[in-house]
């Protein structure tokens, strides 16, 4: 199992600098007053997960602590950002669901639905191997998650056993979208050329390196998954890398005398090494092996599950600006101008973001400026009326109950601009956070 906070400022929701315990004697902390860790259950490069209980509502969650200074250090400021996207948009009976991101100034927290199951892999090496039975039960849960992901246009790259969680029911949950990838951000040639994924389930066109189809991959990877769990072992699997890939490209495996004719059958038609010919999500769900004692679909796009995005709504503050507010990491990508004096202040209130919005408004108009709704529609521009200078006022919902209001100001010197903002807007902005 293996992805921030933002400014100075205190709150009884935001730490001004806490880091988590080395070790895993975690139990009785408490984060923002309001998730208590119980227990370490992973530790992966540049992330901690633990067991821990909304002291609210007593609701089990899991809590994926993410170091911001090995983001930084390794270049994953895009996964981090990508992931919490990707988390945000889906949410299926049998895909890890995230409730929110919170943060300090040295980690971000992700927090995520419960699976007490633990992860699939170790079902497995409880148990040697499943019963067809059990195996047709969970792949037929990972293929309908995996489908409903796609149709968001998630691809996932690295489904593998320990990513695949279990609750305490024993239903599947597709967890860990830290390499995930999304259809908007294929390139023009529509395939993928990222090499990464878990060698032992990685798909031969990946080796290939000549671009690949996600949906096909992780077609593969479902193979490797089904084989996995009724043989007991992987498909492909050798201590030296050259050899295991070798084996892979030239799709090389054995079933075991266990299997069925039609579970080999659909195995084999999973891990055929030609995507092009590879079996097809829909072609899964009509092969006779996945249907047989009947299924039923529903669970592919559940609509009680379908995700809304209304952004004017939410403005929930995502892992880009999170990760942006950090000192020393700057992603926002702005051009420096020496003729303009450029600076950025933020506070915290825990009043509503259309409030800030309204106020910033009436200060503006008050003052005869020039005000414009943000395309985002989380924000306010404004603009000097002899052009010299703009401010950006930037409201983003950091919690239910916190808030965060960011100021870009940029002026070709020190005039009317700074008038505006130190005497009419900054304290009106300040009497919001008290």
Request: hydrophobic share 40%; glycine share 8%.
């Amino acid at each position: 199992m293996e992805g921030a906070k933002k400014g100075t400022v205190t709150d009884t929701r935001i730490e001004k600098d806490s880091s988590l315990p080395n070790d895993e004697a975690v139990t009785g902390v408490v984060l923002f007053g309001k998730y208590k860790l119980l227990k370490l259950l992973g530790v992966g490069a540049s992330a901690k997960v633990y067991h821990a209980r909304n002291v609210n509502t007593s609701q089990s969650v899991a809590v994926k602590a993410v170091s911001k200074r090995k983001v930084e250090k390794n270049g994953y400021a895009a996964h981090v950002e990508r992931e919490v996207a990707i988390m945000r948009r889906l949410r299926h009976p049998h895909t890890v669901k995230l409730y929110e991101v919170l943060a300090t100034k040295t980690k971000i927290y992700f927090v995520m639905e419960f699976a007490g199951g633990g992860e699939l892999y170790d079902v497995v090496a409880g148990e040697g191997r499943l019963t067809e039975e059990l195996s047709r039960r969970y792949f037929r849960q990972l293929i309908a998650a995996v489908k409903y992901c796609h149709s968001r246009g998630v691809y996932h790259r690295d489904l593998k056993l320990d990513n695949l969680l279990v609750d305490e029911n024993m239903n599947l949950k597709v967890s860990d979208f830290g390499l995930s990838a999304l259809k908007s951000q294929i390139p023009v040639d529509g395939m993928l050329h990222t090499v990464c994924g878990t060698p032992a389930y990685v798909a031969p066109e990946i080796l290939a390196r000549k671009g690949y189809d996600g949906a096909k991959v992780d077609i593969w990877s479902c193979g490797v998954v089904l084989f996995v769990l009724s043989a007991g072992y992987l498909p492909f699997n050798d201590y030296n890398i050259t050899v295991l890939y070798r084996k892979i490209y030239r799709g090389q495996f054995r079933f075991p005398r266990w299997i069925s004719p039609d579970l080999q059958n659909l195995v084999s038609r999973l891990l055929d090494t030609n995507p092009g010919t590879r079996i097809s999500l829909d072609e899964i769900m009509q092969d006779q092996w996945f249907n047989r004692g009947g299924y039923n679909d529903t669970l592919t796009r559940p609509k009680e599950f379908e995700w809304e995005e209304n952004r004017a709504v939410s403005k929930s503050l995502n892992a880009f600006h999170l990760i942006s507010f950090s000192s020393g990491f700057d992603m926002s990508g702005l051009v420096t101008d020496p003729e303009y004096l450029d600076s950025t202040e933020r506070f915290v209130t825990r009043v509503v973001p259309e409030s800030v919005t309204v106020t910033v408004e009436e200060v503006a108009v008050s003052e005869k400026l020039t005000v414009k709704k943000e395309e985002s529609g989380c924000g306010v521009r404004i603009e000097g009326l002899d052009g010299n200078f703009v401010i950006v006022v930037g409201v983003y919902r950091l919690t239910d109950e916190v808030v965060i209001v960011e100021v870009k100001r940029r002026e070709r010197r020190e005039g009317s601009g700074t008038r505006f903002w130190k005497d009419a807007l900054r304290p009106r902005l300040l009497a919001l956070a008290q």
